[in-house]
């Protein structure tokens, strides 16, 4: 097939009625960088292409890349977005704030050189460390942050004490803080140091310091704490200050997990 648009067409999908019926989901697939325009034609034709739900073998159909939901392969794809969605890997001792009276480092000092607006999805304490999710999508925040839609954060704690068998399973069961129950997904105990252990812990809540009361709670209270997951989306080797643009299959992931 040819790549040549049709006569009555204007570049970029932009005369009246087309910017009204859609964008070509081939140009929609080679601009989220899944394939050139010919390949992504090629895609179509194989019926590996699902716009909301439903396979789509005809070419030339046009779709909404802000609205509809398209997947290749059953992967959801981001479409080009016009919204930043970036990580950082917060240091220890930077306030989760976008700005300090105290005079305190704080995200901006790691954001500004981005040159936009962002802002934060969540928290982390000001004496933790790790993962958190900047954006300027305001729905795409919102939704991420809320405790309905349940987003895992998965933290490495270095507790105070030696953790036995029978104490990592009460953890796992969960306790009753001042403010309700608060129960883990899972519990790995990673190692055991002379005076202290190191846990794995998954929630899929973020209420303030809730590892920390958690584990004070127990009797084992934490030296330091690491979030290092939001979701599919893992620290790795981002080093403490740096920050990256999620990746498509992430981004992807985390837009079907808060319903986007």
Do not use: C
Not at 2 to 25: C, E, F, I, K, Q
Not at 42 to 63: D, H, K, S, W
Not at 111 to 116: L, S
Not at 196 to 218: C, D, K, P
């Amino acid at each position: 097939m040819s790549d040549t648009m049709p006569p009555d067409s204007l570049p970029n999908d932009a005369s009246g009625d087309d910017a009204r019926r859609g964008v070509r989901l081939q140009k929609v697939l080679a601009q989220a960088g899944i394939a050139s325009r010919r390949a992504s034609e090629e895609l179509i034709a194989e019926g590996r292409v699902e716009v909301n739900g439903e396979p789509v073998t005809e070419q030339g159909r046009r779709v909404d890349p802000e609205h509809d939901e398209i997947r290749v392969d059953g992967s959801r794809i981001p479409t080009a977005r016009r919204h930043v969605y970036t990580v950082l890997n917060k240091p220890r001792g930077v306030v989760s704030t976008m700005d300090d009276p105290e005079g305190r480092a704080t995200l901006t000092d790691y954001i500004d050189r981005r040159n936009v607006r962002l802002f934060h999805v969540g928290r982390l304490d000001t004496d933790s460390e790790g993962l958190i999710i900047l954006t300027n999508d305001g729905e795409f925040a919102h939704r991420l942050a809320h405790p309905s839609y349940e987003v895992p954060k998965t933290y490495v704690a270095e507790v105070l004490g030696q953790i036995d068998a029978h104490t990592l399973t009460r953890i796992q069961r969960g306790i009753t803080l001042e403010d309700g129950p608060v129960r883990p997904d899972r519990v790995k105990l990673v190692q055991t140091l002379p005076d202290a252990s190191l846990l794995q812990l998954t929630l899929h809540e973020g209420r303030n310091r809730v590892v920390r009361r958690m584990m004070e709670a127990f009797g084992h209270p934490v030296n330091r704490l690491t979030r290092t997951a939001i979701g599919p989306v893992r620290l790795g080797r981002l080093a403490p200050g740096e920050m990256r643009d999620l990746t498509r299959d992430e981004l992807g992931d985390l837009l079907d997990l808060v319903g986007l």
